[in-house]
């Protein structure tokens, strides 16, 4: 079975810094890898995803990933973070047999300091 | 399009009541997820759909816990009775096609309060 590990559970970066939240995920073949964003109040929403093909993914709002088969990782990168985007960020895998099942990781709420 | 509906966005019930959770995925999507988020265990799948058809109802926590999709723009998440542990904000989500490779769009929730 797929898992996921987000070690942080909680970031905080000043406007205008770089940010990288770490996602390592477990899975015995190529995994179909996800970022989602949940803004307090709302719904999950997909910043990005992995198939297969360019391990560096680009994603909207400005955000990309790189995908590391050799050390299982899965992070998510913005070179310049904003105020909006202070939310909490979800890493999920989907794979397997059993199609649709994605497993998420417990999330980094990220804050971003003024 | 008016992406995944659900309601009731806010519920407070008392212990003890049935609660109806509903939800209508997008048009033309074959997959359909029930996930529960707490502060304590995160985001659970409580269950999937293809097709109408109950995939996985694995993750559903006990048999208090029922969920139905009489066709595919509806899908019901019951709690009959339910305690204050089930306390949470339920999420409904689609996919087209093939859900474990296509995207999961998630609705805004209904947060359930149950005293």
Partial sequence: AQSVTQ???????????????RCNYSYGATPYLFWYVQSPGQGLQLLLK??????????????????????????????????????????AVGAGANAGKSTFGDGTTLTVKP | ????????????????????????????????????????RGLELLIYFNNNV?????????????????????????????????SAVYFCASSLGQGWTDTQYFGPGTRLTVL
């Fill in chain 2, 54 to 86: 109950p995939i996985d109802d694995s993750g559903m926590p006990e048999d208090r816990f029922s969920a139905k999709m009489p066709n595919a723009s509806f899908s019901t998440l019951k709690i009959q009775p339910s305690e204050p542990r089930d």
């Fill in chain 2, 1 to 40: 399009d008016a992406g995944v509906i659900q309601s009731p966005r806010h519920e407070v019930t008392e212990m003890g009541q049935e609660v109806t959770l509903r939800c209508k995925p997008i048009s033309g999507h074959d997959y359909l997820f029930w996930y529960r988020q707490t502060m304590m």
């Fill in chain 1, 50 to 91: 992995y198939f297969s093909g360019d391990t560096l993914v680009q994603g909207i709002k400005g955000f990309e990933a790189e995908f590391k088969r050799s050390q299982s990782s899965f992070n998510l990168r913005k070179p310049s973070v904003h105020w909006s985007d202070a939310a909490e960020y979800f890493c």
């Fill in chain 1, 7 to 21: 070690p942080d559970i909680h970031i905080t970066v000043s406007e205008g810094a770089s940010l990288e939240l």
